[in-house]
């Protein structure tokens, strides 16, 4: 059974800092794309970065290029998401997401960013 588990998730202020884990389970974790996405509320899930099996490449949302890191341990079953000088639209809930697996969503982490 496919499980993903985000968490790290808080309250913080503009221009700090979070990260993200997200423990995965049921599926061939080293072999599978890790995407992260974010819905602000009233808005749609939209992507926020993607990691290869591999670590190598990456890639990001314009919108958090050069604030935000992927990465990921292939022994842990984990994706992470660091999150620096975070903003205040940087507000949603984030979601791991295997595109192999597209049925299955965890119940996501719930990020403030306050001003």
């Known amino acids: 059974q496919v499980q993903l588990v985000e968490s790290g998730g808080g309250l913080v202020q503009a221009g700090g800092s979070l990260r993200l884990s997200c423990a995965a389970s049921?599926?061939?974790?080293?072999?599978?794309?890790m995407k992260w996405y974010r819905q602000a509320p009233g808005k749609e899930r939209e992507p926020v970065a993607t990691i290869s099996p591999s670590g190598t490449p990456t890639n990001y949302a314009d919108s958090v290029k050069g604030r935000f890191t992927i990465s990921r341990d292939n022994a842990k079953n984990t994706v992470y998401l660091q999150m620096n000088s975070l903003r205040p639209e940087d507000t949603a809930v984030y979601y791991c997401y295997a595109p192999a697996r597209p049925l299955y969503w965890g119940q996501g982490t719930q990020v403030t960013v306050s001003t």
């Open positions: 049921g599926f061939a974790f080293s072999w599978t794309v």
